[in-house]
């Protein structure tokens, strides 16, 4: 009797001419809320006798598998000759598995092969439904360096993303499900949605911490500016995870950034950053504005008085002169009695003659009375007086340059001088050195004296 006995709970009641006999109605309508949460469900039944109807309801697909023969794995046509099979729900599939719908048959089959069926089959019904409004976020800060500051911050971030398993795009659904129940699921009898979660989570941070980062120092935005920005980077980051999730044949529908920031001691130390090298800045400033200003007041100054720049730091170096002969009242004996000395070859020494002579120059435009008088000028070598017309000095032998004199009062002129120290006359430029007529500008000759210019 035995052999036409059964021990599957759903032949003990249905019996025929030949024994036992079943056919199996494989479907799966979750019953509660922890059924509910399930993406991957196993049927508790396996080795599906031949005739067995398959049901698949909308949002769900069903992956059969038995070892009849190799197939298309998108073989819908119900014929069931197909090693995996991809089914698309809502649909009605008749499956032909090998294995014998009657008892004593399938039990001598069986028989032959250890007790166990001969063609192994199971169904795992996959949930298609779309799972949006899924939160993830850091675990543990993230140290990138700010670009603007070029300083070490900890950045955390958080934000939402959704994701399903494709079912609407069938060139497609059974190649992600096949994916997933390879990659994700294994071999487990159910995949709960909070496992699923977790394991899109931590393919998140295994990539979006690098890549954030990334983005911050490559586009130069800083961690005070990045809130401006969390629309650009989402988008950014999305469309590179992407292709990261569809390896195990996850659909990533939407991924955002919702607060990207830093500990407050991060924030205070740049802030401080800031506002001392504001501060700075407004310093140097000032002190540009204010140099400026006094720079422009000792040029008007000189160009009253008629003298240049190189002529006032000669003034400077007079005066340490003056300091080191140790405090003499007479400065300008002390100046002269210098410009002789280098002249006629005294104990001063040939390195201070320069000191001297540059000191001496300046004691003449600025003394008008020991400048030049009637008597004679200057020499420009060694400060020796040489008489009015000489062309060498007596004392040095230097060549002695044309002396220029004003054209209201005849007194020689300091060379460069924009005022006469006698009379205070300004001195245009376009005047001839040895008339005193105002010349053309560009001339080369005076037209009244025929001097060369």
Request: net charge negative; with cysteine.
């Amino acid at each position: 009797m035995a052999l036409f006995q059964s021990e599957n709970p759903k032949e003990k009641h249905n019996k025929g001419i030949l024994g036992a006999f079943a056919v199996d109605v494989i479907k799966w309508e979750p019953e509660s809320d922890q059924e509910a949460g399930l993406i991957v469900h196993k049927f508790q039944y396996e080795d599906f006798p031949n005739g067995s109807y398959l049901i698949v309801a909308p949002s769900q697909m069903a992956v059969f598998t038995n070892n009849v023969s190799a197939g298309s794995s998108s073989d819908d046509d119900g014929s069931g000759q197909a090693q995996v099979s991809v089914f698309n729900g809502p649909c009605k599939i008749k499956l032909e598995t090998g294995d014998s719908r009657f008892a004593p048959f399938r039990n001598i089959s069986h028989s032959l092969t250890g007790g166990e069926s001969a063609f192994h089959s199971t169904v795992y019904f996959v949930n298609t439904t779309y799972m949006n409004e899924l939160s993830w976020g850091t675990q543990a800060p993230v140290v990138v360096m700010d670009p603007e500051e070029e300083i070490n911050i900890h950045v955390r971030a958080f934000g939402l993303f959704g994701v399903h398993i494709e079912q609407t795009d069938t060139g497609i659904s059974a190649v992600q499900a096949r994916k997933f129940l390879q990659k994700v699921v294994g071999t487990r009898a159910d995949y709960t949605r909070n496992e699923l979660i977790s394991f899109m989570r931590a393919k998140i941070l295994e990539y979006v911490p690098d890549m954030l980062a990334k983005s911050m120092v490559d586009e130069g935005i800083g961690i005070l500016k990045i809130s401006t920005h969390l629309s650009d980077f989402s988008e950014k980051i999305y469309n590179k995870l992407i292709d990261h999730f569809d390896e195990f044949g996850l659909t990533l529908d939407n991924f955002s950034f919702h607060n990207i920031n830093a500990p407050d001691e991060d924030l205070r130390a740049i802030n401080e950053m800031k506002i001392q090298r504001k501060r700075e800045q407004l310093e140097a400033e000032g002190n540009a504005r204010k140099m400026d200003i006094e720079s422009a007041a000792r040029a008007r100054m000189r160009e009253r008085e008629g003298y240049t720049y190189q002529q006032e730091k000669s003034f400077g170096v007079m005066e340490a002169a003056a300091a080191n002969e140790g405090g003499s009242a007479n400065f300008l004996g002390a100046g002269m009695g210098l410009g002789m000395g280098v002249g006629v070859g005294s104990a001063v020494g040939a390195g201070f003659g320069n000191l001297a002579q540059s000191t001496i120059g300046s004691v003449n435009m600025a003394q008008p009375q020991t400048a030049a008088t009637s008597e004679g000028v200057r020499c420009p070598e060694c400060g020796e007086l040489v008489p009015n017309g000489a062309k060498f000095c007596m004392a040095c032998g230097a060549k002695m340059e044309k002396q220029e004199v004003c054209p209201a009062c005849g007194e020689p002129i300091v060379k460069g001088a924009k005022f006469c120290l006698n009379c205070g006359r300004r001195l245009a430029p376009g005047v001839c050195p040895n008339c005193g007529k105002e010349v053309t500008p560009g001339a080369k000759f005076c037209l009244e004296c025929g001097t060369k210019l």
